[in-house]
């Protein structure tokens, strides 16, 4: 025996077994169009698959009957009006047979009033395709010629004109390669324009291709709209109308999560930073209004915890990003306390380390993170370029941050729509300082790391359902069940060598860096600064932060561990209390002033010159009448006597004297005894009248 519906083809025809036993099997060829059963032997049939004569091969028809169509509609219609005619026979094996068949089909003509011809379709249908009910689905797919493009021509094809007016053209070839070459120009790019503005730029074509049609007699809107349809995929044209960041970013379909990246809680974090949406006062005048602040966030993949934070007014770079992970490492119980907000260390339990950190290609990309990345092994990933979404969770975070406490605190910025002409500024409502806002944000992260739910949260495999999509919770059970645990670091270590490093020359005045000089007991051990037959090396490699200029870190040997404090000298001492940046923008100044000084200078000094060598040549043009006695020494002695008296007699102070040396005369005015130098009474002219 045979499986029945088995498809066997001989090279030129197929055949489907409808029906075996050991002795007979009935096949009928699937594409017969008046075809039915024939019975052969099953030895026969045995032989012919053996020599080769028969193959099996898969069934054409089994994608057509694997479908779900709808109810009550047409195909459903169709299928079931013929399968209850025929139902009642097609498990009947003698129906097989000519004669059995014929009274078969004669009583169903009469119960279900249909012709012979129709019941003999159902039936070779029902056994050609199949032998299930779906095998008399009709080929409505098939009408229509469904893939083959028509070049209709004499009468335009379609329903009719109602509203406009002539009777339309139908879309040619020609028509077409307009259509498709004003398609791939204006709306298969970046810069597309509007379909209605494509469709106006091929009736522009189109009427010096057809200058002898009226307006009414071009193609239509509706006609270009469906061409643009049908002969390009919506998947293509989307990718062709956006850049390829784009289309990564926000559109490509997403097939897995951040979350299957890593293996348990500490292993990976994303880090990203915002400009929050919020106006603050100073901490030390509260009214100054001082902008809005960086926040920046460091994430959790697998639990979504926040592992810190920093919120202050660096922007986003890497002295930020910097402090950020400086506060993955420090204890939060004390970073909380600062401000004002008392914790357990069970309620913020992060202290130390991730193994994996991502984060932008900006700040985290470069030299600055080598030294911290050999130091304590922790991977820099970054994300490829303007691909926000390559950190989904943190960014997604910002947003849940901002709704949490924008719609309660003043001096919230409001969207340009909403700033109308005479409207009230929205930076004179703010209330809060940078420590009252900072306090706020760790309020907010708490809530979130202890009490938030993650609704869309997937869970790895083996985690337990009675554990809830909290943070703290899902933190909890992956250290205890998974691997990737934050490691512990010494956060004085930490931040030795997040700092930038440079390289320092070194002097007798000290290490000098950045136009500073610094000093520091170790050097001075050793000799470095010693005037003379000092061994020092020329250059030295320091760690410094951009922010103060009061101390740099040397490094003095590979060993990451190790760094000696260096304190600024007496010699550099104006610039105590300043940072890196106002040293920098001081000295270039100073370079300045002093480069514009010196081409002063060397111009003055070439006039100088020239007055010199003036001088000298007038006075080559005196004879000079001396001979070999007026050379002796006491000839000389007695000039140089002479020469003193005389300086002594012209340059001997005279106060009172003019010029000449003569005494100065003064007029001298006599006073008169009889008169009187007291105060004039004045009564009679200020009181003269008053009597009257």
Request: net charge positive.
């Amino acid at each position: 025996m045979f499986q029945v519906n088995q498809v066997l083809s001989n090279g030129s025809n197929q055949f489907r077994i409808v029906w075996s036993s050991a002795e007979i099997t009935y096949l009928i060829d699937i594409e017969a169009k008046k075809g039915l059963p024939v019975p052969i032997d099953s030895s026969e049939v045995q032989d012919m698959l053996i020599d080769g004569t028969f193959k099996k091969v898969e069934d054409p028809f089994l994608k057509s009957n694997l479908r779900d169509i709808l109810p009550n509609s047409p195909y459903w219609v169709k299928r079931e009006k013929a399968w209850n005619i025929i139902k009642g026979i097609v498990n009947n094996p003698r129906v097989l047979e000519a004669k059995q068949r014929g009274i078969e089909i004669r009583s169903l003509t009469e119960t279900y009033r249909v012709r012979r011809q129709t019941i003999y379709r159902y039936l070779r249908r029902y056994w050609q395709r199949g032998l299930c009910k779906n095998s008399l689905i009709p080929d409505y797919s098939n009408s229509g010629n469904r893939g083959r493009k028509d070049n209709p021509t004499g009468k335009k094809l379609g329903r009719p004109r109602k509203l406009k007016k002539g009777t339309g053209i139908n879309v040619t070839e020609e028509i077409r390669k307009v259509f498709r070459r004003v398609i791939e120009q204006r709306l298969l790019n970046e810069n597309n324009t509007s379909i209605n503005d494509a469709y106006v730029i091929s009736l522009n074509i189109l009427r010096t291709m057809l200058p002898d049609n009226s307006p009414h007699e071009m193609p239509t809107l509706d006609q270009f709209k469906y061409f643009y349809r049908t002969e390009y995929n919506q998947v293509d044209v989307i990718e062709s109308q956006t850049s390829a960041i784009e289309f990564e970013k926000d559109i490509r379909p997403l097939k897995s999560t951040s979350t299957t990246e890593s293996v348990g809680p500490g292993f990976r974090c994303q880090i990203d930073a915002t400009i929050a949406d919020i106006y603050l006062l100073s901490d030390h005048d509260r009214s100054r209004i001082v902008g809005r602040p960086v926040i920046y966030m460091v994430v959790d993949v697998f639990s979504r915890m926040i592992l810190g934070m920093y919120i202050g007014f660096e922007g986003p770079s890497w002295i930020s990003g910097m402090m950020a992970v400086t506060n993955v490492v420090e204890s939060k119980v004390d970073y909380c306390k600062k401000y004002g907000v008392e914790i357990n260390s069970d309620d913020w339990p992060i202290q130390g380390l991730p193994n994996i950190i991502l984060a932008d290609k900006g700040e985290f990309l470069g030299s600055k993170v080598e030294v911290f990345v050999e130091a304590f092994g922790v991977r820099i990933e970054n994300a490829p370029a303007r691909r926000g979404d390559a950190k989904g969770i943190v960014e997604r975070y910002f947003d849940t941050l901002q709704c949490t406490f924008k719609p309660y605190t003043p001096g919230i910025v409001l969207p340009i729509r909403s700033q109308k002409r005479g409207g009230k500024d929205y930076r004179k409502d703010a209330t809060l300082t940078v420590s009252e806002f900072t306090k706020i944000i760790i309020l907010c992260v708490l809530y979130h790391n202890n009490s938030h739910n993650i609704s869309k949260y997937d869970r790895c495999a083996g985690m337990p359902t009675s554990i809830p999509n909290v943070p703290i919770k899902l933190w909890n059970w992956g250290v205890s069940n998974l691997t990737g645990k934050l490691r512990a670091a010494e956060l004085d270590l930490v931040k030795i060598n997040l700092m930038p490093h440079g390289m320092a020359t070194i002097s007798d005045n000290g290490i000098k860096f950045f136009g500073c000089y610094f000093i520091c007991a170790q050097a001075m051990k050793l000799g470095w600064y010693h005037r003379k037959k000092s061994k020092r090396p020329s250059k030295i490699s320091v760690a410094y932060d951009l922010r103060s200029a009061d101390k740099i870190y040397v490094r003095p040997s590979d060993d990451l561990t190790q760094y000696w404090i260096c304190e600024l000298s007496d010699r550099s001492r104006r610039f105590r209390g300043m940072t890196f940046w106002e040293v920098m923008q001081i000295t270039a100044d100073e370079k300045k002033s002093n480069y514009e000084s010196k081409s002063e200078s060397l111009y003055l000094k070439g006039e100088l010159l020239a007055e010199i060598e003036s001088i000298v040549a007038q006075s080559e043009k005196i004879n000079q009448n001396y001979n070999a006695s007026s050379l002796k020494g006491n000839v000389i002695h007695k000039n140089k006597q002479d020469e003193k008296a005389n300086e002594r007699k012209l340059s001997a102070f005279r106060v009172g004297d003019e010029v000449s040396g003569e005494p100065l005369k003064e007029n001298v005015v006599s006073l008169n005894e009889n008169d009187s130098f007291k105060y004039p009474n004045l009564d009679e002219i200020l009181f003269e009248g008053l009597d009257e």
